[in-house]
């Protein structure tokens, strides 16, 4: 074997290993390509490309490395952004430097007790010994913090618990854009500091921050208790209906709650005992967090709903935030720029997300997990029955990957290889890809991961730089 090195770094050697059998071009290219790319991934500076001499198919085949194929990038305000049934919600307000003031509302409806034995509701009933001569106490509604807290922490906020007069729709899916009628005047209000946040993440009903009803809300419920309203949810939920939190105008802090943990609790005594009893309703039915956002002032303000804005238009920045919307949108109008190498094959791809860090100011910090959807051109997200299309970039298995954001790069990565491999050949296309945050759960009943889109926070990221780095070999 003969080696030799041009000034361009490009290895030049005659190599037979691979060629003494009929395979196709393309098994035999990447045989070799896994031998040469284990030097490009060691060595201390990006390669150029390896030609690598192919006597038996009539030339040189190369494997080459790219970071300039074009990633046109713009700012994108999706349509429908899904809050409800999430299992955790916001409210608050808050100023944004960035993209300006956020108001949350949240609304949830009260629903029966649950049994996690079956995975169903049960009935609202007094044990049998307490149903003769039950007296009424108190009722109270416990919050749980789930740790996500936006804006200026320093400010306290004064929280409203507010009784709905609408009903919710059985089974709709309600976005960030819709509300439902309440009470005006709050059933309680709370002032809280950031502390009494904190502290309310636990399991303890002692740490959690607590409403108490006024006795006529109280006893209206609990009057249900063994009727038949108590006894099917769909009447339950028509009888009280829920609640709307809201804040004061001038808050400054937008909060994050764990709904499925947060319950209400009513507490009764019986005629003559002074031992008192406590039974647990749950906001485990409709609720969704209703998210709107001003940008006047902003480099957005001009950004409307299934509308665009160039890169170009924005310093050559682009935006996401979660909750409200946007989002930015990629395409790779150069990528058949590839094919000039003819046979290709794609031997490594990672697409790599660069959000400014000059932009994480106090506790604005950008989503933790990320996912890609397929967006087509009028910018809304494609969907196959009826679910967001999200990226296979495992085409082979199918899997859908999340990317975490990498605290000590400071970006986000995605292995592109199949995917770009599978646009290359022909066998798929794309109108462009929508960067979206991402919760990845566990179904409980096959244990099957899935991905959903999480919508319930505003957590939110200046785009400065979205890289696409290819190794790909192709003939020469």
Known sequence: ??????????????????????WNISHKMRNVAIMLLSAFFFSCEDPINIAVDTPSTGGQFVTSFTDTLTVSKATVMLDSIVTSTQTGAIVGQYKDPVFGNVTAKLYTQISLP???????????????????????????????????????????????????????VKGKKYTNNDALAYNATPLASKVLTYKDFKRAVTSSTDSLIKFKLPAAVGSEIFALAGKDAGKDIDKFTAAVKGFALTVNQDAQTVYGLSVS?????????????TVRKAISLTFLAERFSQITGNRSGTPLQDLKMLGSIPSQATGGKTYIQTGVG???????????????????????????????????????????????????KDNRLKKVNNVEDFV?????????????????????????TSYIQEIINGRKTTDGIAIVPSLVGTNSSTGATTISIYNNNVSRAVIKNIKLNVY???KK
């Open 1 to 22: 074997m003969k080696t030799t090195t041009s000034l361009k770094r490009t290895l030049i050697f005659t190599q037979n290993l691979f060629l003494n059998r009929s």
């Open 114 to 168: 649950y049994d996690p034995n079956n995975g169903s509701y049960s009935a609202f009933a007094l044990p049998a010994a307490d149903t003769l001569k039950p007296v009424y106490d108190s009722m109270y509604v416990y919050l749980v913090h789930n740790g996500f807290a936006y804006g200026d922490s320093t400010k306290s906020v004064t929280l409203n618990l507010h009784r709905l007069t609408e009903d919710f």
């Open 261 to 273: 943990s947060s319950f209400p609790a009513i507490y009764y005594h019986t005629e003559g005992d």
């Open 326 to 376: 946007i989002t930015t949108k990629m395409t790779f109008p150069t990528l058949a720029n590839l094919l000039k190498a003819g046979n290709v094959a794609i031997n490594k791809a990672e697409l790599i997300i660069e959000p400014d860090v000059d932009q994480f100011t106090g506790n604005f910090r950008p989503p933790v997990q990320i996912a890609l959807v397929e967006i087509g």
């Open 392 to 416: 296979a970039l495992d085409v082979a298995s199918g899997t859908q990957f999340i990317s975490d954001f990498n605290t000590t790069t400071n970006n986000y990565q995605f292995n592109f």
């Open 472 to 474: 790909y070999s192709g």
